[in-house]
């Protein structure tokens, strides 16, 4: 994807829903477009997040290990934020990131950069940091609802 393309996507998403053509143009800057295969680990658990990614193309999933299996806990679909979580508390991940598409294209956006954007753009790394919150409510929220079904399931509806 070339740079006008990608503006044009990422004028259309959320994160930039009050950014101007040229802010979007301006995020573009720091970050890199980097590809993945079907299953490539993006972010494994235990790394301490140095980067934050925006899915612009294809599907990843975040995945936790019990015992020798990986169980599914999330997808993220093209126009989400992942990696966030550990991007800003800096521990390590409790999840695997994982392409789950042929072609799997993110944004990334390194500590570094991100440290550059909110001294040279702060407007734009406000926005970042609040897409950022509202990505990680809405990644709970999807996890409490499958908790709860689950729950349903397992012990009846209870009583009405």
């Excluded at 890199?32 to 140095?50: T, W, Y």
């Excluded at 993220?76 to 800003?88: C, D, K, R, T, Y």
């Excluded at 990505?135 to 209870?158: K, P, Q």
């Amino acid at each position: 994807m070339d740079k006008v393309s990608l503006t044009q996507f990422l004028n259309q998403q959320y994160l930039c829903e009050s950014l101007t053509l040229n802010e979007v143009s301006t995020l573009l800057d720091y970050t890199e477009l980097v590809s993945f295969h079907k299953k490539d680990i993006i972010a494994d658990i235990g790394d301490v997040g140095e980067a934050l990614y925006f899915v612009v193309k294809g599907e990843a999933a975040l995945f936790y290990e019990e015992g020798s299996e990986e169980i599914e806990a999330g997808r993220m679909q093209e126009g989400e934020l992942m990696g966030e979580m550990s991007f800003f508390d800096r521990e390590p991940r409790s999840v695997r990131m994982r392409a789950m598409s042929a072609d799997t294209q993110l944004l990334k956006l390194t500590r570094v950069k991100y440290q550059r954007l909110r001294v040279e753009h702060p407007y734009i790394a406000v926005n970042l940091l609040e897409h950022a919150i509202i990505s990680l409510d809405h990644l709970i929220r999807r996890m409490s609802m499958d908790v709860a079904t689950f729950a349903r399931y397992i012990y009846g509806a209870g009583p009405k």
